[in-house]
């Protein structure tokens, strides 16, 4: 993905950021840290043109910041909510966001079902839970007409499955660009049926 000057000195910055945060707490694991840009930068700058245009958005569970930093230094403008419960990995975001001059990112360190937010125009969370665990969060936290967009890897489709069963909700899917077995969801008109 192309990024302008601006966006790919900033990206650079975090990548640098978290490179040198990861020997002291574990962010990512070593085994992808070599291959930063590819597997966890643009795995989440792809997430981009499938956000609404506007409007607050809550990334759950954002650890090293994948995809809410990424998403925050692409449009530093908007206002983004990152739940993170490891006061270890919220004390990093903080950091991060100071550093790279994002004054509109909200570090909120707590569970996600305590976080106190305002209604969101998208969530994201990747690695985080199954999406039965997520579904919740996206009904409790989504304004209307809002949209979640979870990545998933081999097991979309059983997570997909499993949540049909209790779950109502309007589903499109994306090929990821930087893995072939991964696909992103985005699912809006989210609601729970009850048994």
Request: proline share 9%; aromatic share 6%; with cysteine.
């Amino acid at each position: 993905m192309k990024h302008s000057p601006e966006t790919a000195a900033r990206l650079a910055g975090y990548r640098d950021l978290l490179l040198r945060w990861n020997t002291r707490i574990n962010l990512i694991s070593v085994e992808t840290a070599g291959e930063i840009d590819q597997r966890h930068i643009e795995d989440c700058a792809q997430l981009r043109p499938l956000l609404p245009s506007e409007g607050p958005i809550g990334d759950f569970g954002s650890g090293a910041g994948l995809p809410g930093l990424v998403l925050a230094i692409m449009q530093p403008e908007r206002e983004i909510h990152m739940v993170e419960s490891d006061k270890r990995k919220a004390a990093f975001l903080v950091e991060a966001s100071a550093q790279l001059k994002l004054p509109m990112v909200r570090v909120h360190a707590c569970r996600a079902e305590n976080a106190r937010l305002p209604p969101l125009s998208a969530i994201t969370a990747r690695a985080l839970a199954p999406l039965v665990a997520l579904l919740p969060y996206a009904e409790k936290f989504l304004a209307p007409g809002g949209v979640a967009i979870f990545p998933k890897g081999r097991t979309a489709e059983k997570e997909l499955t499993e949540a049909a069963q209790d779950w109502h909700f309007t589903l499109e899917r994306f090929p990821s660009a930087t893995n072939p077995e991964a696909t992103i969801l985005r699912l809006s008109n989210i609601h729970h049926v009850p048994p």
